[in-house]
């Protein structure tokens, strides 16, 4: 299991980006992070994924600590990142150069179809959609075959129908494949949709809020009350003005009507 254990991560400028933040990310979970803007949510993403160190605290891997990135967990960024001078499937390939070629080849054909992208990986980048570069660098992320996935806003730059589409395809490889999901949102619906958990953060120093258990039915449909609900009390914690200390950490469980 992933552990974040009291972590606190101060910038070089002095902005205390992360004071004290301890989550579990049980295996199998999709816990979504929420929060405003500058509220630490790429910072802790960072810290779990072992781009960055912490100051204090520590981030733990089954329980052996964490200093950097790991074959066991995946990143995904807002951006596909990826390298304009390789096919789709040389980009999905790139992170295997220690696999012989045929090898490296199978895997990243076994990625590209798990996101159902058969077919693409002999065009380029250039070629592909937004919402297709982005599943190009999922299979990325998902070729070093990770039981942990780090998504950090990755369909923010996706228009509304391409975003609802790649959460099924987020969720079916989810099904398939039973990995443990870490994403970063904005967008509340999105959080909804998505989350078994949800984390919300404030920010001055960034810091958990509120927890909530979301066990609504899947596909999860908008215009159920609870939805609704939760919703709207996730927003009332992200833009209240009480200082975090002051908020207190709970846990709600929505439920659709049976
Ligand atoms: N490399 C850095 N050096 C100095 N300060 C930083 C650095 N990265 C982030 N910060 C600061 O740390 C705080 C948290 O930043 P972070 O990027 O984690 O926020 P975020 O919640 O991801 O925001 P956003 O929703 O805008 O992406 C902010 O105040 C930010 O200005
Ligand atoms: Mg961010």
């Known amino acids: 299991m992933l552990v974040a ?8 400028n002095g902005t205390t980006a992360l004071r004290q933040v301890s989550a ?28 960055d ?3 204090t605290g520590e981030v733990l891997f089954d329980g052996q600590p964490i200093h950097q990135p790991h074959p066991a967990i995946g990143i995904v960024f807002q ?19 220690n696999l012989p070629r045929a090898a490296r080849r199978e895997r990243a054909a076994a990625a590209l179809t798990r996101l159902r992208l ?6 380029w980048p250039k070629e592909l959609s937004g919402g297709q570069a ?5 299979a990325r992320a998902l070729v070093a075959e990770p039981s942990v996935l780090l998504l950090d806003e990755p ?14 395809h987020l969720l079916d490889l989810w099904r398939d494949s039973g990995l443990t999901l ?20 404030k920010p001055g120093p960034g810091q958990i809020a509120a927890r909530f258990d979301v066990s609504l039915d899947r596909p999860r449909r908008r215009s159920v009350p609870a939805f609704e609900a939760l919703r709207e009390k996730i927003a009332d914690i992200i833009t209240s003005t009480a200082e975090p200390d002051h908020l207190a950490t709970c846990t709600a469980v929505a439920s659709s009507p049976r």
């Open 5 to 12: 254990a009291n972590l606190t991560r101060t910038y070089r």
């Open 24 to 51: 579990e990310f049980p295996p199998g979970s999709i816990t979504v992070i929420v929060g405003g803007s500058g509220c630490g949510k790429s910072t802790l993403l960072r810290l779990l994924g072992g781009l």
């Open 53 to 55: 160190r912490p100051d």
């Open 79 to 97: 951006e596909p990142r990826l390298m304009p001078w390789l096919t789709n499937s040389g980009n999905v390939e790139f992170g295997l150069s």
């Open 118 to 123: 058969d077919g693409l990986g002999a065009r």
């Open 134 to 138: 982005q599943r190009v660098a999922i």
């Open 155 to 168: 369909f923010s730059a996706l228009d509304s129908f391409t975003r609802s589409s790649l959460h099924n």
């Open 182 to 201: 870490v994403l970063v949102t904005h967008d509340l619906d999105e959080a909804l949709v998505l989350a078994d958990r949800i984390l919300v953060m």
